[in-house]
């Protein structure tokens, strides 16, 4: 199941039986935004060059995260949760820079991130035909897949050949359409400025997903290349004033994954098996981690990134699960479903080329649901390992894959990927024997309580020690910790992993012996019956409501529109925005006790800093995981403020959009510069954002 | 599945071809000690008087905690742990006397403690023959069971006329024997002193279950009758001196449920299926609870001791998982069983007259398995619910049950418990809005997950509302949180309830419509083959190992004895005792910081505290949940010692005891003493525990 493209209703489109209207819906592609739509609504005309200059100005940080350059000299803003693994990484016992924030003042306090990737997407080239033209007439399903594997290969290869940019090719549409993607690639990054965690995560756990917020999340970094840093002709000017009720604004990143088009039999899967799963793996993690912090100090400055991004899943997870617990989530599914049946099935030759994709992904579920917790935790998705774990699976797949030529491996083994493969395999950042201890015993005993003691993965993985003494036992025998046995085993390939006698080697290899047959099990079984029946299903959903449809997130470039926007809740209105004064008095509501501490640098500069100045705002703009550290611009392309969450309501928006109450939460533009000004006395970087 | 009573290998006996000796292990029968073995051990005489008088001075401590009196004024004490609900209770924004300790100098601050209940075993009566001569040759099971049943019934009611004592008949040996205890209740229970939390539960989560420790887990409250404190003729006398490493103690308490003869089958049901589904449970609500902690200092106030409560089992179950998940365990419990299966076979008649119990349980797990989640969910069996649910189960039940005679209801209604079960209905102690709202979302939450959107049960619970938004629903529409409705139910009896258009009555009415089969399903294809196959299995291992045996827990009162002894970890000593200096010094390393904080009162009594003095040691005897608060005695029947806790390694004894590592950890009397005097100046106190 890797990311799949789907097709959702589009933000224009009525759909008449379940009537529902979805005003500021969509994730549009950078080359195909529903300019009728935006400017019949809001009286904005998108042309192509305001589109390709914000293009170019955005960036995706590492695989999961947005960000955008924001002066030219490249300096880049992104929210400091998207920021805070590689803060994480540059912290030790004398500095924590996560807890205490950072500001290099000049140039040569920049601290450089390693094994960090920032990714500008260059250019966009339609390469359907010569896709689809691969696969010839009266070739099998798979010798098909293959035909088509291998002209992606071929396309990558010759695209890096010519460009020297990084290609990955874009499934869309389910498949009906695949666009390249040519990036370039930034890999000398570094840290310029972070505040506090209290004020970047103001309220902590509890205030995540909510709204009002008083969140400063956001960081910065600079690309640099050959040592200086980088000249970015393309980037986003901040903007003089700001924003107010009703304006229109753009949200421009990376959305990671959406499952708009998933079935409602699908929507069970995930609701009855997926996110019980990953909720139980998450709050059994949350639990030790919690255990662990408390053991002393060095236990918490090492954990806290792994403890704020195991909430945030835990939070977000628990929220989509909580939607799909509304019967009116599975009642407006099945009547949009029930739209599309009829109009496939009142048709014989639509139902003789589309067949019944609704059933054959419900008998696919059926057949295959009971084997995703063992795919699950053998091939690790979602589910927590020791860096060690990670580092052993890639070394072993990596020397199985270079084996065999390009286009057959695993895609993300062919050619165009293997140097960052490389990268992530040498700078591990650091790696904390205690938290590793923790988290393979709680992988261990994770595999315990969901397959039980007796199934064939638990008895090989445990050895027959208990899961503590196990990960004990395979921790003292690895040497992965070193560098410079990662390289050795990276260089000497195929032969120094198949000889090596590292315990966590070996024990990824009896890992890899289950997951390999189950990979191929859940492929075979669902995955190609999932995206077979998703392109028949896209397919009369362009039938029927024809070419105003975006395609559901897949990580790349989208833009998203919508405006600030007030809301109902319980009979009160929830303004649209909050002011820094609001901030210091929620905190003395809270007796600046945890999580609503104010650092002491606010507290001491309150009577400096404007308490008017607007904080955080919300939109109804439509985002998703992925989108942290998204610019938010204007009509004239100027930077008002950063996506950092979403509120509670929000949630259901992987699966389903609505805007009754559903937001997108903004750091505001002005509250990042009144204390940069005010309180961090960042007046360099502030000349740099704003000029004198 | 209500509490069994099982049968262990003794303490004496050697299993020869699993080499087990288990030297300290037995939890005996108040009137079955293993007088030889003592005597032969230890040298000691354990004559009637000195047991009798050890009896009558120790208590259940509610239903599920130990102690005793320690003055011929009614004091008692116990476990801070154990009192913790009690003194919850008494705690409102004011006064935190949970965090903050207390200490009434004088009678009249002494604090009442409302719905509270202390059981003093009186007399144990054999009623065996009566009970077995109920059931006549020539009735079936149903009938002999019935006539069982109603043969207790009989003798609980006589026993209860003649004495007015509150009488429980106790199940031994599967069944083998019945004992009937009566008991003297207290309900008029007042709180006189609980050190502050940060020492008594110094450590935390995380020191809990483990050792070294340094911890002041106790506090004190006081039997009253007719308003005055009760004359106690039996109580412990506090010990002059101390104990030794190497001396014999004995640990006289209420150790809850062992499942020590359980068979291997039963253990991997344990592992596979209760104790993971438990363990999240309690996961998914202890992220739940410290979310709530989070909200505000009220909210951390209100949830304190449910959330200890919570890490408390979250612990234990763990930890007897993980001692499952050894290979080893499995391995010695097959070889006793195998070793016993031989017994049996090798003869025809006792092949005839046993069968195969093993196979019996195995085949009952197998077909019942699958529904026991839906049992566990529905019966809220170690499930947490909101309080006023539990009333409302109570009335619902109490309604029907009393329409039926006493003999046909199930046993916990009977006429003998009535009064105990109004009282619970009534002295809920008070009901939090906000912590009700998060533990039934949770709870709501909790059945989607473990049994999928579509289930029955699930669909009835949530009737089209998300979680949260159904618990809300459902809380505002009841008023079982005002104790002059409980009242009125109570009295209105079958009539009242049936017409409550209570909004809390009504939703566990229709969860009792799924519960109510599933008990019966479960009590048919599994409760009645276990309970027959244990009792078959009782009698063969009898027969083999003869009389020397001891029933298996059943939360009632045992004697433990055992050694004061240190043990060998990771090739070091850990030393039987620990001292207040070590206590001092921890905090210390840890610079003060939760959970290591020790309360200002000990930071400034610091210099007139002898740091010398022992705090916690570790002892061989045999405990188990229940026993916290339990006395430790010394051969002249003297105060040494409170128990509180066992170390990690002893979770295990659960199912299977062994003394290499396993200790119970006690609180030193002597520490009581010293820090009574030095810290708290309760003079008043140590002169009533001490003399002067």
Redesign the interface.
């Given at each position: 199941m890797r990311i799949r493209c789907l097709l959702m209703l589009s933000a224009i489109m009525i759909s008449t039986s379940a009537a529902i209207t979805v005003g500021d819906e969509g994730m549009w592609l950078p080359n195909r935004l529903p300019e009728e739509h935006l400017k019949k609504t809001y009286g904005f005309d998108a042309d192509q060059a305001w589109v390709d200059h914000i293009r170019k100005s955005c960036l995706r940080f590492g695989r999961g995260g947005s960000a955008s350059f924001v002066s030219p000299d490249g300096l880049i803003m992104t929210n400091h949760h998207v920021g805070s693994s590689a803060i994480a990484k540059l912290s030790d016992s004398e500095h924590d820079y996560l807890k205490d924030g950072y500001y290099a003042a000049t140039r040569d306090a920049e601290l450089k991130c390693e094994g960090m990737e920032l990714f500008s997407l260059v250019e966009i080239r339609d390469v359907t035909e010569k896709i689809h033209g691969a696969s010839k007439p009266g070739m099998s399903t798979a010798e098909s897949a293959a035909a088509r594997d291998a002209a992606k290969s071929e396309i990558e290869k010759s695209a890096k050949d010519e460009t020297d940019l990084h290609p990955e090719i874009v499934t869309l549409y389910g498949g009906r359409q695949y666009h390249l993607y040519l990036y370039k690639i930034y890999t000398d990054v570094r840290f310029v400025f972070a505040p506090e965690q209290g004020i970047a995560f103001f309220g902590?756990?509890?205030s995540n997903f909510g709204y009002p917020r008083f969140n400063l999340d956001v960081a910065f970094f600079r690309a640099y290349e050959d040592d200086k840093p980088a000249k970015t002709d393309s980037y986003l000017k901040w903007c003089d004033g700001g924003v107010s009720e009703n304006d229109l604004v753009f949200v421009v990143g990376h959305p990671y994954r959406t499952q708009r088009i998933n079935t409602a039999a699908h929507l069970?899967l995930l609701?009855?098996?997926e996110?019980?799963m990953i909720?139980?793996a998450y709050?059994?993690l949350?639990?030790e981690l919690?255990?662990f912090q408390?053991?002393?100090?060095e236990h918490r400055r090492i954990a806290t990134d792994m403890l704020h991004g195991v909430q945030n899943g835990?939070k977000a997870f628990?929220g989509i699960?909580?939607?799909?617990?509304?019967?009116?989530t599975m009642k407006q599914k099945l009547a949009i479903e029930n739209e599309l049946k009829a109009f496939v099935n009142e048709d014989p030759t639509r139902k003789s080329e589309w067949g019944d994709p609704w059933k054959d992904i419900h008998d696919a579920i059926r057949k295959t649901e009971e084997v995703f917790p063992a795919y699950y935790l053998a091939e690790n998705r979602r589910m927590r390992m020791p860096t060690q774990f990670r580092v052993a699976k890639l070394l072993i797949r990596m020397a199985e894959e270079l084996d065999k030529p390009d286009a057959e491996r695993l895609s993300e083994y062919r050619d165009a990927n293997l140097e960052s493969i490389k990268r992530s395999i040498i700078a591990t950042g650091p790696i904390y024997p205690d938290l590793e201890q923790m988290v393979l015993t709680d992988a261990l005993?994770r595999m315990?309580?969901?397959l039980?003691?007796?199934h064939a993965i638990v008895r090989a993985a445990?050895n027959?020690?208990?899961?503590?003494e196990r990960a004990a036992t395979i921790l003292r025998g690895t040497k992965l910790t070193d560098q410079s046995e990662r390289e050795r085993l990276l260089e000497g390939g195929k032969d120094a992993v198949a000889n090596s006698k590292d315990s966590m080697i070996l024990f990824a290899k009896l890992l890899e012996g289950y997951a390999r047959p189950l990979r191929k099990q859940i492929e075979d079984e669902w995955e190609s019956v999932e995206a077979d029946a998703y392109t028949r299903i896209a397919k009369a959903m362009y039938a029927k409501y024809g070419e105003s449809v975006y395609p559901d997130a897949t990580g790349t470039l989208r833009f998203s529109f919508g405006t600030v926007k007030s809301y109902e809740e319980q009979n009160k209105t929830v303004p649209h925005t909050t002011t820094i004064g609001g901030g210091f008095e929620l905190a003395r509501e809270?007796?600046n006790?945890?999580?609503f501490t104010l650092p002491e640098s606010w507290l001491k500069a309150e009577k400096k800093l404007n308490a008017t100045v607007p904080f955080n705002y919300v939109s109804t703009c439509d985002i998703i995981g992925g989108n942290s550290g998204s610019p938010t611009i204007n009509r004239n392309g100027e930077i008002v403020g950063i996506i950092f969450d979403g509120n509670i309501q929000a949630l259901i928006w992987d699966i389903q959009f609505t805007q009754e109450q559903a937001r997108g939460v903004h750091v505001d533009s002005r509250a990042i510069i009144e204390s940069l000004k005010n309180v961090y006395g960042a007046d360099a970087m502030v000349k740099e954002l704003i000029g004198n």
């Open positions: 902590g756990d509890i069970g609701r009855d098996v996110l019980p909720l139980a709050n059994q949350e639990v919690f255990q408390d053991e002393s100090e835990r628990k699960l909580e939607g799909l617990l509304d019967a009116n005993t315990a309580r969901m039980g003691g007796d445990l027959g020690q208990r899961p503590a809270h007796k006790a945890d999580p």
